[in-house]
């Protein structure tokens, strides 16, 4: 009995988490992020949008966040495992963060990259997680960017935005 009330919580639980999502979707890309959270166009012409977590209380400083970003015209030399080199250096040399890792991925038939770093920046600690994906000569590039103790916290939120990104050939 303890058993199945455990499955049906857990049941519970997971189709309600699941049922409070939306998806944006273009030819180009698709990502899903929790309903209540907002989706901000942008003036800059390379970020497409950004998405916002709301703020935790009315003593939150930070919005956790995502944006997305289209790259043209990119060198056709240039590959997924040159991009996560150029990103372990340009954090490598900043004495303010820490590399946490980089990893290439397969989804869907299309080859991802996604690394993770934490830093300080103006005396908070934020994690940053990117995600990309080259189509021809451009690269998109999904960016995550919050405080450390919140990813800790609410990381399977995070992580499921992260993994719903696709990008299309």
């Not at 103006?122 to 940053?128: D, F, N």
Request: with cysteine; glycine share 4%; proline share 4%.
């Amino acid at each position: 009995m303890r058993t199945l009330f455990f499955i049906l919580t857990f049941l519970s639980a997971t189709l309600s988490f699941a049922g409070k999502w939306t998806t944006v979707k273009t030819a180009e890309f698709s990502i899903s992020h929790p309903k209540d959270w907002t989706t901000e166009p942008t003036e800059d012409p390379l970020i497409r949008f950004f998405v916002k977590e709301p703020l935790e209380s009315s003593n939150d400083a930070f919005a956790e966040n995502f944006n997305f970003l289209v790259q043209p015209n990119l060198d056709p030399i240039i590959t997924l495992d040159s991009i996560i080199s150029e990103i372990k250096g340009t954090f490598a040399s900043q004495t303010n963060a820490e590399f946490i890792y980089a990893k290439r991925l397969k989804k869907s038939g299309m080859d991802y990259g996604q690394i993770c770093v934490r830093m300080v920046v103006e005396g908070m600690q934020l994690r940053i997680i990117q995600k990309f994906a080259l189509v021809g000569n451009s690269m998109y590039l999904l960016t995550f960017v919050g405080e450390d103790r919140r990813y800790s916290t609410n990381y399977k939120v995070y992580d499921k935005v992260i993994e719903s990104f696709q990008a299309f050939k």
